[in-house]
């Protein structure tokens, strides 16, 4: 579907438009979409529910593959590739920061060249390649693990460093895939729903409440069964299932494609050249005369221009200030540009939630991994899979916020939403800082038990006390999660120009990828400065020495710093459409 085609296509249905009587028809076409071949598509006929439940279980099965790598990677390297707990969890969170700070270049090449669908299915291939490799590289570090075992000799118990490097290279170009498929998949999802038309309106915003329950699903079967099977039976088997299910979500997706809207660009302008030239524009007229402001406001006088960032409606004059040189900038691009920097405040204050976030997969798990985790005499909870907690804690509240709180409120607010992205966001932020506290004392009284029954020494003896200790700070980290994550999604993803949503996505997941670098920055540093003099560092491999409730109380002020932040700035924020608040 080339651009000029698609132009036609859209001319011609304004013409039909026009020409025919029936106003139903009209009303049931859907502006500046097309279905799979180029033509005009109508709302009764593509997208909706229809098209998203495709989607959805391609969603959840990128979920499964992702978190059967992510949710035991800690495990992974501190056992079979024998690493230490410090450097295990550096490595886990610079990775995961890689995976959320990719999608802006897989935004990129969608929004500029290829186009969502073909993104996905490009980035599909990567991902299964990456996770075809790193189910061989399991396989191979096994069998050195097991002729180790079989002749006693030391030298070969550590893996050989090219199963380590193919190990890292695995995971990184499945993070490539990654990359490409995420922010696609999520604002294609958005894509099938039309934002003009209020019941689909309303329909999109309970459909990323109810994305995210999918997902969580999806997550919860791989924390339950993969991890098992990884932790038990075998890591090869546990990469190798992922892997098996990606393979079958694309074939559902490719199912899927005569169902869907295909959004196309109103011009053949590349979005991201388009914002560029603002910028730069705007600083080349920076120093303008007064004589050029005139022509600046009779610019703005056409189409309205918002108050903030005044600074760039600079890039609608020429360079001499006395034109306004239509060739280069629009005021459709300067409102564009400013309501991305209009991102920036929230994007940074956000920044403390995903530093919390990224504890879950890290600490939280080693710290469950010293307690009592027998559910029944045979049978022990794996470490990894205490993050079901946080699932049932999303898979309860979805519900209950999306058929209970979002109707009550929206009658005490009379607002489509019932409480607006904003607030909901910082909402989740609140429980994100109290999980953090909750986390702490948690830690403190394990410690107590510790140093009690004399295990202080004896980091490999089972603490004893319950693995439900931990579950209060699981159940937080999951209502904030479909607080905090939900609507950064949704916000990022309605606020920003529609041929840049993919962009928008990815940078909701860049959040949470420069949290993991924040976090492997944190932890770097303070166990640097907690190790010296013939002191145990606050992430000791002896986490009975270790003081993870310092670490804890630490995130905790930040998030409480952040969040009075927060508070001030999405204060100050105009929302880019009425429809939305």
């Known amino acids: ?340 920097l209009k991102l920036v405040p929230i994007w940074i204050t956000s920044l403390a939630y995903a530093v919390v976030f990224a504890q879950t997969t890290t600490f939280f798990t080693k710290q469950g991994a010293t307690l009592d985790r027998k559910i029944v005499s045979s049978f022990r909870l794996p470490a990894a899979t205490l993050q079901t907690f946080i699932g049932f804690a999303i898979m309860i509240f979805i519900p209950v916020y999306d058929r209970i709180i979002v109707p009550i409120s929206r009658r005490l607010t009379r607002k489509s939403l019932g409480i607006t992205m904003l607030q909901r966001i910082g909402t989740g932020m609140f429980f994100s800082m109290i999980s953090m506290v909750t986390a702490a004392l948690v830690e403190m009284k394990r410690l107590e038990t510790a140093k009690d029954h004399g295990l202080v020494d004896l980091p490999k003896v089972t603490v004893p006390m319950s693995i439900w200790w931990l579950a209060p700070q699981y159940i937080l980290c999951g209502v904030a999660d479909v607080l905090t994550i939900v609507g950064l999604q949704e916000f990022c993803y309605d606020q920003v120009p529609k041929e840049l949503r993919s962009l928008g996505i990815s940078i909701y997941l860049s959040i949470f990828g420069i949290g993991s670098f924040l976090s492997t920055f944190l932890i770097s540093t303070i166990n640097k400065e907690t190790s010296g003099d013939g002191q145990e560092s606050w992430f000791a491999n002896n986490l009975n020495r270790a003081h993870l409730d310092y670490f804890y109380w630490l995130l905790a002020g930040l998030s409480a710093l952040g969040f009075i932040v927060y508070l001030y700035f999405a204060r100050l924020y105009i929302y880019n459409r009425e429809s939305i608040i």
């Not at 132009?7 to 304004?14: D, M, R």
């Not at 009209?26 to 279905?35: C, E, F, I, L």
Request: glycine share 8%; aromatic share 10%; with cysteine.
């Open 1 to 340: 579907m080339t651009i000029s085609h698609l132009s036609n296509v859209s001319s011609g249905t304004e013409r039909s438009s026009a020409a025919t009587p029936l106003i139903q028809a009209a009303d049931d076409s859907v502006n500046g979409a097309v279905d799979y071949n180029g033509n005009p598509v109508h709302r009764s006929t593509s997208g909706g529910w229809r098209s998203a439940f495709f989607i959805i279980a391609v969603e959840v099965a990128e979920r499964f593959a992702y978190h059967g790598i992510s949710s035991s990677l800690v495990t992974y390297l501190t056992g079979p590739l024998g690493q230490s707990t410090a450097s295990a969890a550096a490595n886990v969170n610079t990775w995961s920061g890689t995976v959320a700070m990719l999608p802006l270049l897989g935004a990129f090449v969608a929004d500029s060249f290829l186009g969502r669908y073909r993104t996905i299915v490009a980035a599909a291939l990567i991902y299964i390649l990456g996770l075809g490799l790193l189910t061989l590289a399991a396989k191979l570090t096994s069998a050195n693990l097991h002729d180790c075992q079989s002749t006693k000799d030391v030298s070969l118990c550590a893996p050989p460093r090219f199963l380590v490097a193919l190990f890292f290279f695995s995971i990184y170009l499945a993070a490539i895939g990654q990359g490409g498929y995420k922010p696609c998949v999520q604002a294609f999802e958005g894509d099938q729903f039309d934002g003009q038309d209020p019941k689909e309106s309303k329909a999109k915003s309970s459909f990323f409440n109810w994305w995210y329950f999918a997902i969580s699903v999806g997550i919860r079967v791989t924390l339950i069964v993969v991890v098992y099977i990884q932790e038990n039976l075998s890591w090869a088997l546990g990469f190798g299932i992922p892997c098996i299910v990606l393979v079958a979500s694309l074939l559902v997706f490719l199912l899927g494609s005569r169902t869907y809207r295909y959004n196309f660009k109103e011009n053949n302008k590349n979005p991201f050249i388009r914002i560029g030239r603002v910028i730069v524009r705007a600083i080349r007229n920076r120093h303008n005369t007064p004589s050029a402001i005139p022509s600046e406001e009779d610019a703005c006088q056409r189409r309205q221009c918002s108050e903030q960032f005044k600074f760039l409606n600079k890039a609608l004059l020429a360079q001499d200030g006395s034109q306004i040189d239509q060739n280069l900038c629009s005021v459709k691009d300067v409102e564009d540009t400013k309501a991305l």
